[in-house]
């Protein structure tokens, strides 16, 4: 889990022991993270049910960010179809990154609107749930941001241990890392 895909993986299945060593004595119970009571995180490995409620969730989520004008317009703007754009901007959404083609940016960027569709991008999240080797939930008591922050806190730390221990949850095709500019050139 030392990066994030945006492909199918083999879904190859990730053994309760591995889970444990995680942080998960009695996976797939939901049960509070040791680092706050007020959050909590789930795994599950082969529930269907649960495999199920999630993908409801995505496709839902996906449905409502396709629908909404100013995301479509903030991805558009940070998506980078060549190498030569990504490198140049050192920043962004690399398409290679997520399995889709490199292409000349003034290509991409007119063909982007017209196979950018609400139902191809559900497909492909429903078999991203379908291939998954588990499902990992992490939720917060209240929906602000401070619990946000410690969400994805309890996350980095999950994600970090089992990065250490070796464990992967889900085998895919490598994929280009995406560039990133260094901290100081962003913040100045």
Not at 124 to 150: C, L, M, Q
Request: proline residues 6%; hydrophobic residues 45%; contains cysteine.
């Amino acid at each position: 889990m030392s990066r994030m895909s945006r492909r199918a993986v083999d879904g190859a299945g990730v053994s309760i022991a591995a889970a444990g060593a995680v942080g998960y004595g009695t996976w797939p119970r939901m049960q509070p993270c040791r680092e706050a009571t007020d959050l909590h995180r789930e795994l599950s490995n082969g529930n269907p049910a649960m495999e199920e409620l999630v993908r409801m969730a995505v496709l839902a989520a996906n449905s409502a960010q396709m629908d909404d004008p100013a995301f479509i317009r903030e991805l558009s703007d940070w998506l980078r179809f060549s190498p030569e754009r990504a490198v140049a901007t050192g920043d962004g959404l690399f398409s290679a990154c997520s399995g889709n083609p490199v292409l000349p940016d003034w290509i991409g960027r007119r063909l982007f609107p017209m196979v950018f569709r609400t139902g191809a991008e559900n497909d492909k999240y429903r078999a991203h749930v379908r291939s998954s080797a588990g499902i990992a939930v992490f939720t917060g008591a209240k929906a602000d941001p401070a619990h946000w922050i410690r969400v994805g806190r309890s996350f980095e730390r999950f994600a970090l241990r089992a990065t250490a221990l070796g464990i992967r949850f889900g085998r895919g095709p490598a994929l280009p890392m995406s560039l990133r500019r260094p901290v100081g050139a962003v913040l100045s």
